[in-house]
């Protein structure tokens, strides 16, 4: 079921301002973890002085985009579930 065909859903609105990040990593596997999404509470809080001199660290910039969704009451827990289920399904970009 697409959720634009649902008749629940009152409105869709995009935040078209992205949430900017960078992310500080010292390993390829931090690199991979915080592409998909995930992250660390050493890797947040990470300065770009603390991977000065060590090989193979590098930033990692990623942008963050919100889409609101208006739901009517009776619909919230079944189109909630829906939409975890689908955008955690999106493939990332590897570069």
């Known amino acids: ?28 596997d931090e690199i991979r973890l915080v592409a998909q999404g995930d992250t660390t509470l050493a890797i947040s809080k990470r300065k770009a002085e603390d991977i000065e001199g060590i090989e193979g660290a590098r930033p990692v910039f990623s942008t963050t985009f919100y889409v609101g ?10 189109i909630g579930k829906y939409w975890d289920q689908i955008s955690c399904s999106w493939s990332l970009p590897t570069e």
Do not use: N
């Open 69 to 78: 969704l208006g739901i009517e009451a009776k619909q919230r827990a079944w």
């Open 1 to 28: 079921m697409k959720l634009e065909l649902t008749e629940s859903l009152t409105l869709a609105h995009p935040f078209i301002k992205g949430f900017e990040q960078v992310a500080y990593c010292i390993s390829d």
